[in-house]
């Protein structure tokens, strides 16, 4: 009895040394088959220096603008204050915007006429109040609120508040020990003011010390740069993905398929093998990509390159299983490219990657809980994922695990 | 010896094949003849058994007893396309078709190198499919679907567009086949073609069998 087992147990073990070398197999005979397609690998290397000339040349020239003003009108001019505002316009947002110093009533003249597309104002005697334990607002008017400048600056702007609040809430713990030590109200709110404005101080003038902090990154949210740079990532994933799976169309309608599955091959063969390699070349090609971005405007930290290639490769699996099916299901050109095309524009549109979804009908801000490039592309901004990604991640790739198998066996061999 | 029994293949609704029955002996060479439409490649497919007969049954005999083990160690399947992939050179394609062979890839290296050799394929080894010629093309299909060494062999149209040496060329590999008392079974247009390779033939019309025999020259004029 013990003998049939283990024999049983070795049977199971050689089976799936089997099927693991015939997977390896073809996965190495697809990864040769991609090389071998070098007008494709030059095409895209071509668009990766494309992409890295463009960000580089956009970075050398002050950033991203687009059309961008900002007017500020602070009429307080205390030390505070000054930091703050220092904090804002020498900060990442001069990569995004220009800042005009003007009065209130010629800043709102120039938001009526278009001329800027936000306004910040801080009254005179803001640190007085806040010295009093009073409240005291950072007033934005902004005109297009569609405009993408406008939502990053709303975006910075709410954090600075975060900032100012958690500063305020830490300086609290102090209250109890300036009571004890004979300090009155009116000297408890001064002080704990102070604590505050010293925390948001040493939180933005040292913030390039703690450039690896999540907090900071959260404070800053995601710069225009990096937002179109993870977009970029996408939008080659996908152009990769149609470039290495084009042939599959091929390998149906020259009877490819048809052969490898006469001969022992299995479905789940075939198509992992050319999802391995298919992601695995463009992973490698777009890994290239983000290091040189991350010595270009970042640091080169290798946690977060392990990061991206963690979360790259899970949104890239299933972009070219989307593409996958487009090719086993459709096999007139004309109809197939239309729909591929279509499908994208929408799911890119509704993502987010081309505008932000801020600036999008809320029904569509919602669904795109659900849209893949949305997902992944808030992981390549560096987000975490959270369970309710895990799930969609896991019903995605359940879906398409599915939709290959019907695409094939409605295809046919 | 191959034995098929009322082989039957609807699709939509409509009849491709309608009760086909023969048998063939080990050595047996069977040309499937007939005009286009006809059913020739539907039937051929059923025989490889890439696609289900909707009726009827086929039995596969080896050393005189019915096969039960996994149908693709014994049959060899030559599609009428020349189903290669043209980036890779032609001992990546016989290793890519033959990966299912074994888990030993010396193992099937060594029987691509067996029947490369045997179909005089050796000297472009590893060139790439892309830079062979028309001929070299399809003997390079042929060996695909021989690299397993399979009692039973289906071959689909295997000399369209082929010129007259590369087709003698043929004519020589299955007639070494059928000395090794393989069962193989060809469609194809060229009379002349199946006159030189089969013993046997089967002419379907409509997807019926209008006869199945002896190829003689009687039969002849029946096509």
Partial sequence: ?413 | MLKVSHICKTIENKNILSNISFILNDGDVLGIAGPNGAGKSTLISILSTIIKPTKGNISYYVNGDLYKGEKKDIIGYVPQDIALYEELNIKDNLLLFGSTISNDTRIVLNKATNIARALGLMDEFKTRVSKLSGGTKRRVNIAIGLIRDPKFVFMDEPVVGVDYRARRDIEYIISNMRSQGKIITITSHLIEFLENTCNKLLILENGKQKYFGDFDDEVKSKI
């Fill in chain 1, 1 to 413: 009895m013990e003998n049939k087992n283990i024999l049983v147990i070795l049977m199971m073990k050689s089976n799936l040394k089997f099927e693991y070398n015939k997977l390896s197999m073809l996965t190495k005979i697809e990864m040769k088959r991609i090389i071998n397609q070098l007008s494709n690998i030059v095409l895209l290397a071509l668009l990766l220096i494309l992409f890295v000339n463009m960000f580089i040349f956009i970075s050398k020239n002050n950033g991203i603008k687009i059309q961008t003003k900002v007017a500020l009108s602070i009429e307080d001019n205390s030390f505070e204050v000054n930091t703050l505002m220092k904090n804002i316009t020498e900060n990442k947002l001069k990569n995004i915007v220009e800042f005009e110093e003007t009065n209130l009533d010629n800043g709102l003249k120039l938001l009526k006429n278009n001329e800027v597309v936000a306004l910040i104002h801080v009254d005179e005697g803001t640190t007085e109040l806040l010295n009093y334990g009073k409240a005291a607002s950072l007033n934005l008017y902004v005109g297009n609120t569609s405009n993408i400048a406008v939502k990053f600056l709303i975006n910075y702007l709410k954090n600075l508040v975060k900032v100012l609040n958690e500063g305020q809430s830490g300086a609290m713990i102090y209250w109890d020990i300036m009571k004890a030590n004979g300090f009155n109200f009116d000297g408890r709110i001064k002080e704990l003011n102070k604590i505050a404005l010293n925390y948001m101080s040493v939180f933005l003038t040292r913030g390039g010390v703690f450039e690896e902090s999540k907090d900071l990154d959260k404070f800053y949210g995601a710069s225009l740069i990096s937002y179109y740079f993870s977009a970029s990532l996408l939008i080659i994933s996908i152009i990769s993905a149609v470039m290495f799976h084009l042939d599959i169309d091929d390998d149906f309608k020259k009877g490819r398929i048809r052969r490898a599955l006469s001969s022992g091959v299995n479905l789940l063969h075939i198509y992992c093998a050319k999802i391995i390699a298919g992601v695995t070349f463009s992973t490698v090609l777009l890994i290239i990509f983000k290091a040189i971005y991350m010595v270009s405007f970042d640091a080169l930290s290798i946690g977060k390159l392990l990061k991206f290639i963690t979360y790259f490769t899970l949104t890239n699996v299933i972009i070219h299983m989307i593409v996958i099916i487009f090719y086993v299901l459709i096999s007139n050109d004309i109809v197939r490219d239309s729909c591929f095309v279509m499908f994208f524009l929408i799911l890119s549109l509704a993502s987010g990657i081309i505008l932000p979804l801020t600036s999008m009908n809320k029904i569509f801000a919602a669904l795109s809980r659900f849209n893949i490039l949305a997902i992944g592309h808030n992981l390549l901004l560096g987000y975490s994922l959270s369970i309710g990604s895990i799930l969609i991640i896991l019903f995605y790739f359940l879906i398409l695990i599915i939709s290959i198998y019907y695409a094939h066996k409605k295809r046919g061999v």
